[in-house]
């Protein structure tokens, strides 16, 4: 477990951030497709990107270009972008759990290291100024955003592996009760996850710039908001406020093309995730996402 003191888990002793709608974005990884619709589909709403913006924008032109399509959203670091800050030589600081894939982990690091060539100096010092929590308040819910769980920006503890097993549920009640939060959102695992609560509500966006499911070649969003979306995915409520995973429509085909321009067919990149962006990749059906407490809209 990375123990880093800027990978600890703080939030805030009061709200940074009051809206009637808010969408949280975590995942683009560098899909500048995704970023484009986000800003469509937000409509002028506030924005969360919290956490692993940078990943497949391997130059300095598509890093550049990541940012720049990302300065009207507010921006939180997740483990890349702490170690793009750092100018880290040796890590992503993805903190796999074991039950991942030995080749997965190993390629993650390369991929990191061409990452890391991409940014400038200024740019990791813009990034040193980043944040890695946010206490949003959406109606009279209170609503803890970070990257990965309550403890670590890095975590796991709120993937499917662990949001299935009743010992991280009781955990999890005993959170919300002790803490101010009614919702805990976050991103990291790559693969989106809900479920709710008797004291509160978890919801893991998985990917807003990568396709999630078998079904679908869209990225996920998170959205809370004191009035329902016509096109949520996902829906579950509390103190009457929504919670909502959204499908992120970006042009994948476009995506795709990007993709290849940066990274050749044998790259760690494109081993690691070219099937998942064709759309064939993702073994999850969308009708496997929720652990109870939320409605699916189709």
């Known amino acids: 477990m ?11 002793p009061t709200f940074e951030l009051e809206s009637d709608e808010i969408y949280i974005a975590g995942g683009v990884y560098g899909n500048p497709f995704a970023l484009q619709k986000l800003s469509e589909i937000s409509n002028g709403a506030k924005v969360v990107l919290n956490g692993d913006l940078h990943w497949f924008d391997a130059t300095k032109e598509s890093f550049l270009k990541t940012e720049y399509l990302a300065q009207e959203f507010i921006c939180l670091n997740g483990n890349v972008e702490l170690e793009l800050a750092k100018n880290s030589l040796e890590t992503c600081g993805c903190n796999y759990p074991e039950y991942e894939d030995k080749d997965v982990i190993a390629r993650a690091d390369k991929i990191f290291k061409t990452l890391n060539l ?17 206490f949003a308040k959406v109606g ?14 890095a975590g796991w503890e709120l993937d499917r592996v662990n949001l299935e097993k009743q010992t991280r549920q009781n ?14 959102a976050s991103t990291h695992t790559c693969q989106a996850g809900l479920l709710k609560l008797k004291n509160g509500i978890v919801i893991n966006n998985g990917s807003a710039g990568m396709p999630n499911f078998s079904e679908f070649r869209t990225g996920l969003v998170t959205r809370i908001a004191t009035t329902p979306h016509q096109n949520a995915f996902y829906r579950s409520s509390i103190n009457e406020v929504f919670i ?15 993709f290849d321009e940066i990274w050749s067919e044998q790259s760690p990149a494109a081993l690691s995730y070219k099937t998942r962006i064709l759309g064939y990749g993702c073994p999850l059906s969308y009708k496997q996402l929720s652990f109870g407490g939320f409605e699916l809209i189709e």
């Open 118 to 134: 991409a940014p400038s100096s200024e740019q990791r010092e813009m990034l040193k100024k980043r944040k890695t929590t946010l």
């Open 244 to 258: 909502e995973l959204i499908r992120l429509k970006y042009d994948n085909a476009k995506f795709l093309k990007y």
């Open 171 to 184: 955990e999890l009640n005993q959170w919300f009760l002790k803490t101010k939060f009614s919702v805990l």
């Open 2 to 12: 990375i123990c880093q003191n800027d990978y600890k888990v703080k939030f805030n």
């Open 140 to 153: 009279n819910v209170n609503i803890a955003i970070t990257h990965g769980d309550e403890k670590n920006v």
